[in-house]
């Protein structure tokens, strides 16, 4: 079983006290089963949290899977300096 990451502890902690803080104001219940049922149903509602975070993809799993490979792009045939295609494109100054 994998352990928790940060996130997941996060998340799952302040969703049990957020919860519990929320149900015992909600419930205005003052009998200790009463506030059991409600630490229970936060437990559980705070596990159910952390197990749902998406957790990140670690990098051994990207090294197992081979990526998609891109076509190259294709190659542009090259002109030299003193070819005939750039002395063409120069311009000449026009005559007055």
């Known amino acids: 079983m994998p352990r928790p990451n940060a996130a997941q502890l996060a998340y799952g902690s302040c969703t049990v006290i957020f919860s519990t803080f929320a149900m015992l104001l909600l419930s205005q219940t003052s009998s200790g ?8 149903a936060a437990l559980a509602l ?3 949290v952390a197990v ?3 957790v ?3 990098a051994s799993a990207g090294a197992r899977r081979p990526a998609a490979r891109q ?3 294709a190659a ?3 002109t ?5 295609a750039a002395a063409e494109s120069v311009r000449e100054p026009a005559n007055p």
């Not at 030299?80 to 005939?84: A, K, L, M, R």
């Open 71 to 73: 076509p190259a792009p």
């Open 76 to 78: 542009r045939p090259r």
């Open 33 to 40: 089963l009463g506030i059991a049922v409600i630490a229970l």
């Open 56 to 58: 990140p993809k670690s």
């Open 80 to 84: 030299s300096v003193g070819s005939t």
């Open 46 to 48: 705070g596990l159910l």
């Open 52 to 54: 749902t975070v998406p």
